[in-house]
């Protein structure tokens, strides 16, 4: 054994059918648990062992951060869609009745936001590549079929609709054939960026046959594997005692072994995911491989929207060997009532929290919203012949072209996403519209 973490816990999950017998949730009070099960049945829900043991701090239930994102909570569904559900349950409505109605709320929640479904979907000789997207020149996602699933489920993610079975899951792709095909006829792809879900759910077999096909194929172009993964949070010991934590290592390592660069971006919403045991040497595990370890979290109400979370985040990432990368901003889809910070508020938490960390830290860049046009990072406010605007640019366009040029709106304290923003000194579009 090769790091210090001496138990082998076994991964169990909570969901609606058994989260009742989580131990902790005995000293809780039923009107708590009812809120789980009413929103429970519309948004995505799913804890698992490490979470409930190691992450929650359940004196601090209801507000404990970790809760919030991982268990459902009354004001995560508008009064209005939690009466229906609420009112289901009571007058003991069957599964049925209550999916019906679940569903009907779901279409009412922006189930797609950013055209993600419509958009980006590569073509090669005419066919549809649906487990990819390509939609910034150098960089390709990849969602193999089986990395469809998280860990746990995050109570704002924007990839809701595949977790709750609303579609049937569009993007999922089982083979790397097309992939490899894809990449040799766009010699400007230089990144593959396997996403889901999380992929670090898939055993190593499943993740290695991928891997080494991309490897096999000796593409010229290729210089960076990135997987993004919310397992360092969610369930570290993937990398330290499950039964393919030895070989999934491997896998990272054959990859640094063949000269690519394999960047693990690691989905870090709170520091006290990154207090445990398991989670510390789970980062070091993956750096012994040659893996870089980037870092990325949404900025959200309720679970991180101070700037002292965010150095104390940042500075922790670092000492840890991290690199942070991205802030975002919470998009408008399934629960972002509750969650979403307005742009001026999220541009002065990243400012405060920038201001308090060295310059080593400060490879984080933000906040960002990725957008249907590109990431648009807020850069701040400024004045301009005695007007006030934010300030803005693109880190990612559509068209390489926008990246890196200021652009100006209007100021308004209640604007929560780009398509929201006005054009500044009275100018009809900004300069990406058409
Ligand atoms: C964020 C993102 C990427 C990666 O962008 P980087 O700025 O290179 O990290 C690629 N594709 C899509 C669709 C994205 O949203
Ligand atoms: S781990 Fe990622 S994909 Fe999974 S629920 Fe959380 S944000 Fe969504």
Redesign the pocket.
């Known amino acids: 054994m090769e790091n210090t973490i001496t138990e082998k816990p076994t991964y169990k999950s909570f969901a609606l059918h058994n989260f009742r017998k989580i131990p902790q949730m005995e000293q809780l009070p039923e009107e708590l648990k009812k809120e789980i099960e009413v929103v429970g049945s519309v948004l995505p829900f799913k804890a698992n062992n490490y979470v409930v043991d190691e992450l929650i701090n359940w004196d601090n239930v209801p507000d404990d951060p970790i809760y919030t994102l991982t268990f459902p909570k009354r004001e995560m569904l508008i009064p209005q869609h939690y009466r229906r559900i609420e009112k289901l349950i009571d007058e003991g409505a069957s599964k049925m009745q209550i999916k019906e109605e679940a569903n009907k709320i779901r279409a009412e929640l922006n189930p797609h936001p950013a055209g993600q479904l419509e958009h980006?979907v590569p073509m090669i000789e005419g066919q549809k590549l649906t487990g990819m997207?390509h939609?910034?020149r150098?960089?390709v996602?990849f969602f193999p079929s089986q990395g469809q699933t998280c860990h746990a489920y995050c109570t704002f993610c924007f990839r809701w609709p595949q977790f709750v079975g609303m579609d049937e899951w569009k993007f999922a792709m089982k083979e790397t054939e097309l992939l490899v095909k894809y990449l040799k006829e766009h010699p400007e792809v230089t990144?593959i960026?396997f996403t889901g879900g999380d992929p670090m759910i898939m055993k190593n077999k499943i993740f290695s046959t991928y891997i080494d096909a991309l490897l096999d194929a000796d593409l010229p172009n290729l210089q960076t594997i990135r997987i993004g993964t919310k397992a360092l949070a969610y369930w570290p010991y993937k990398f330290l005692t499950d039964d393919d934590a030895q070989q999934t290592l491997h896998t990272f390592r054959k990859i640094a072994h063949k000269g690519i660069n394999l960047a693990i971006m690691a989905h870090f919403n709170h520091p006290v995911e990154m207090s445990t045991d398991a989670a510390k040497e789970a980062i070091k595990e993956i750096r012994k491989t040659g893996a870089q370890i980037r870092t990325q979290s949404p900025l959200m109400k309720h679970i991180n929207d101070s700037a002292e979370i965010w150095a104390e985040m940042w500075r922790e990432q670092v000492n840890q060997n991290c690199i942070p990368?991205?802030m975002f901003l919470a998009r408008d889809t399934g629960a972002q009532h509750y969650f979403k910070v307005s742009l001026v508020d999220a541009w002065e938490i990243f400012r405060n929290a920038y201001q308090q960390i060295s310059g080593v830290c400060r490879t984080v860049r933000g906040p960002s919203m990725?957008a249907d046009p590109g990431?648009v990072q807020i850069l701040g406010v400024s004045e301009v012949n005695d007007q006030k605007v934010l300030s803005l640019r693109f880190?990612?366009g559509r068209d390489p072209d926008w990246i890196g040029k200021p652009f100006f709106a209007e100021y308004d304290e209640e604007t929560y996403w780009l398509d929201e923003l006005k054009p500044a000194f009275g100018e009809e579009k900004f300069f990406f519209e058409n």
């Open positions: 980006n997207q939609k910034y150098e960089t996602l990144d960026l990368y991205y990725s990431k880190l990612q």
